[in-house]
Each structure stands twice: as structure tokens, then as C-alpha cells.
């Protein structure tokens, strides 16, 4: 069993994105809305969950459809960072904290590589924009909501690491023969998964790792690598090309 579904009692429903949450009812459940209303159709969905009198956000509706649910989780965030080299202790060259759903964070994180890596031999990316997204997509559905660390994306002169915390989920092994074969969806947030699906993030049919590992960006030497344990994820993307390292003052 996931906490999804679990009210954020200290939260309150007008917190979500009114355009996010009727697209998912819409989509969902028009048909139950005239029979017992929006937000009881919202409750059968897992985005609001009866608190008394009133209604509140579960934690899936909080943290896909909520403007900032920082505001209750800081950890619900994610952490970005370019370093001008290739090692942490090398020096930042920018970082940003970003904040809002899970659609939006995975759009700021993809914004955040784009900017800071954007085509410069002859317009090409240094990186391939399906596995680019697909890593970052993944790490926010596939976190475990319930640990106090943010998912982190760290741009280096020579790759991009994309970590999140909780391992795989239950019953999976190992990542990387799962994403040679392919075929199978198995997430730790089911109903995060489907609501991401339904935004458009995400396709659930168990080709997210098989694209991601099975890229055309680079021969095998440079093939993106997985490594996974109890405790996290982190995927690892290997440049096309390496930027050149800031001038040191």
C-alpha cells in the first residue's frame, strides 16, 4: 500500500491548480460529476479525501496538481545545479530551487539543462532531449514521497546526473536488464503515474528505462547508466560534448 491517497489535512483543496484538476476530472470522471459532484468525483480519483466538514488534498493531488506544496513538503522540491567542472567541489556556475507540481518541476528541471546546455557545435543539444525528459519525469514520479530529500539534477562539463530518493520499487532488481528488455511498468506511485499520464508526462507501458538506456545519443562508451540501491536512483547522462570550464578569477 502508498500513502497517496492520505489527506494533507493541513492543506486545503483551492491550493490546487483549478486547470490541472478539471482536465483529470474530465478526463476521469465527467461522467460521475453530475451524479455526485466535483469533489466527491475528485475524492474517488485520489485528489481529495473528506477531512470533516471539508475537503483537503490527498498527497498525490498535492503534490501533482498543487501550486506549491513546498509550502507543506520542502522536500517535494528539486535541486538544480551547473558546475563548471566535473566534480561537486569544482565551482557552481548557477543553481535554482524550484517549486510547484510535478508538471511544473519537471519542466523547470528540463528548462534548467536546456539553458545551461543548450546546442553550440553547429545547434547540436549535448544531450537527447526523450532521455533528458524521460529521467527527469521518472525521478519525480517514481520518488519516494516520504523521504526528507529533494530530487536533484547536477549539470557537469561533461554529463548530467539526475538522483532521487527511494530505491526501486518492491519486487524490481535489476534496473538496467529491466530496461534492456523492456515491457513492464511497475511504480512505486501508481496513482501518480496515472495522473502524470494523463497530464502527458509519462506513457506507462514500460518503455520509459528501455528508452532511456537504448538512447541513439551516443555509441556504447558514452550509453547512460543507472545506478540504483535501497536508498536512491541516480541516472547518469553522458554529454555529446564537453562545455568548456568557467574561468577561474
Known amino acids: 500500500m502508498t500513502n497517496e491517497r492520505l489527506a494533507v489535512s493541513s492543506a486545503d483543496a483551492s491550493e490546487l491548480e483549478p486547470e490541472a484538476l478539471e ?5 476521469r470522471a465527467l461522467s460521475l460529476v453530475a451524479e455526485i459532484g466535483r469533489d466527491e468525483a475528485a475524492v474517488r480519483l485520489g485528489l481529495l479525501a473528506k477531512v470533516g466538514t471539508r475537503y483537503a488534498p490527498t ?3 498535492l503534490y501533482a496538481l498543487g501550486r506549491v506544496p513546498q509550502h507543506h513538503f520542502p522536500e517535494w522540491g528539486v535541486g538544480c545545479v551547473a558546475i563548471a567542472g566535473t566534480n561537486l567541489v569544482d565551482p557552481i556556475e548557477a543553481q535554482a530551487d524550484l517549486e510547484g507540481g510535478a508538471a511544473s518541476l519537471a519542466a523547470g528541471a528540463l528548462a534548467f539543462v536546456r539553458e545551461r546546455c543548450g546546442g553550440v557545435l553547429s545547434g547540436e543539444s549535448a544531450y537527447d532531449e526523450t532521455t533528458l525528459r524521460e529521467s527527469l519525469v521518472n525521478a519525480l514520479v517514481h520518488r519516494d514521497l516520504r523521504r526528507p530529500s529533494r530530487v536533484a539534477v547536477r549539470v557537469f562539463t561533461d ?3 539526475v538522483w532521487s530518493p527511494g530505491g526501486p520499487p518492491e519486487g524490481v532488481g535489476d534496473l538496467e536488464e529491466l ?3 523492456g515491457g513492464i511498468s511497475q511504480p512505486r506511485n501508481p496513482l501518480l503515474a496515472s495522473i502524470m499520464r494523463q497530464l502527458g508526462h509519462g506513457e506507462q507501458i514500460g518503455r520509459g528505462l528501455a528508452l532511456m538506456l537504448q538512447s541513439p545519443q551516443a555509441p556504447l562508451e558514452r550509453r547512460v547508466e543507472v545506478r540504483a540501491s535501497a536508498r536512491d536512483v541516480l541516472v547518469v547522462l553522458p554529454s555529446r560534448w564537453q562545455r568548456p570550464q ?3 578569477s
Open 59 to 61: 498527497m498525490v493531488g
Open 159 to 161: 554529463r548530467v546526473e
Open 179 to 181: 530496461g534492456r528488455e
Open 246 to 248: 568557467a574561468a577561474l
Open 23 to 27: 482536465e483529470i476530472i474530465r478526463r
